[in-house]
């Protein structure tokens, strides 16, 4: 059976391809390079992999971005914005109820993150935030400056690389940047995509700056990149990490240990800023999805039967069933467990049981016997 048949059947009696035969593995070794301390991020070049890793999986991870200097700087700026006050709770609003508010439906709960903190420095490519921008003098130099401002980086530096990396993407501008102070044990985020809005958001980058990262602290970057087997990305200074905005699901595993932890978090968009005179360009100039192939060690023939798990509407219904338990077990995590976030986690059980009924109990009986696929450690070359 084809991919065209298997989408046109996800949701009615089918056929299934027989099991795949693939191997358990990790992620393999980072490309980790000696860095200048003063290398500022957008001067280092991004991993030699970065178009097929993107085009592939979703994701790419670059182990060395920027230097222990600017990071310290960084680090330094976004804790005195915190200790100011400038920064603001992290807050989600979760559904409690399908019915809209006008229609006598629950207008959701509102929780917070403990411990963390973060603040739109930029928002649809315009300084949103003036006070806390004045009194950043190293992130502001890294938005408004030249790249012999910033040694050779800065925006215009990081957007030129991803450009160049990757060029199927399109990417025309900086959208969002966010900074993050996370402090105490047990912060976290819950399972989420970066839904891609009217912005145009495609690229999500993470830059860490916590210093003396350990295991037993926890917080790692988790992704799922559907059907592929998830990965955890351990935070350390100066690690970038890139992934499909609208694509990849992710979350971030509580912090074990009270160490002070901040991020960097950036949204690149392909297409005019709003208001703005760039005309928009295609959603990406490959005219595929993105992720929009398997990684090699799939077979060619295999991976053309397995392309339908990547639409997106089928993505999220499979995700939705798949990843059931992990997404309840992430919220609590991240919320507790009070009544409003009971009510919606049995929201979100229901959806996934109607969820279910609706998709070819046999397909998913396979899918649930084969995924997530996972590399044969013998095939993967750094």
């Known amino acids: 059976m084809n991919a065209e048949n298997k989408t046109e059947n996800l949701t009615k009696g089918s056929q299934v391809a027989a099991p795949l035969d693939l191997l358990a593995s990790d992620l393999a070794n980072l490309e980790v390079r000696d860095t200048p301390d003063e ?98 003098p190293v992130l502001r130099s890294w938005f408004h400056g030249t790249n012999d401002d910033c040694c050779g980086g800065g925006l215009t530096a990081m957007l030129a690389k991803l450009q160049d990396g990757a060029p199927w993407l399109a990417l025309t501008h900086l959208d969002t940047l966010k900074i993050q102070f996370n402090e105490g044990v047990g912060g976290c985020f819950p399972l989420h995509r970066d839904t891609q809005d009217k912005t145009g958001r495609k690229l999500t980058a993470i830059l860490y700056l916590g210093e003396n990262w350990e295991a037993t602290h926890g917080g790692e970057l988790r992704l799922l990149p559907f059907p592929l087997a998830p990965v955890n990305v351990a935070p350390r200074a100066g690690q970038l990490v890139l992934f499909s905005s609208v694509a990849t699901l992710h979350r971030v595993m ?71 338990e992990e997404m309840a077990e992430s919220i609590e995590e991240a919320f507790g467990k009070s009544e409003g976030v009971q009510a919606a986690l049995a929201l979100h059980f229901e959806e996934a049981a109607r969820t279910e009924a609706a998709v070819n109990k046999a397909l998913l009986e396979l899918l649930r016997e084969t995924l997530p696929l996972t590399c044969p450690a013998e095939s993967y070359q750094a």
């Open 39 to 136: 290398a500022v991020l957008g001067s280092i070049p991004l991993p030699s992999s970065l178009s097929d890793d993107l085009a592939e999986t979703g994701y790419s991870v670059c182990g060395t971005a920027a230097g222990k200097t600017w990071t310290s700087a960084v680090r330094e700026e976004i804790t005195s914005l915190h200790a100011k006050g400038l920064m603001q709770k992290s807050l989600n609003r979760l559904a409690t109820s399908r019915a809209p508010v006008a229609d006598g439906g629950s207008p959701g709960h509102t929780c917070e993150k403990p411990g963390v903190s973060e603040l739109n420095l930029i928002q649809g490519g315009q300084v949103v935030a003036e006070e806390a921008m004045a009194a950043s």
């Open 254 to 324: 509580p912090a074990k240990a009270a160490v002070p932890r901040c991020v960097v978090s950036l949204w690149f968009g392909s297409g005019g800023l709003p208001g703005g005179d760039l005309e928009t360009p295609p959603t990406d100039v490959s005219g595929k999805l993105f992720p929009w192939r398997y990684p090699k060690w799939i077979d060619p023939d295999q991976a053309e039967q397995l392309a339908f798990l990547r639409l997106p509407k089928n993505a999220d219904m499979l995700t939705k069933i798949l990843y059931a």
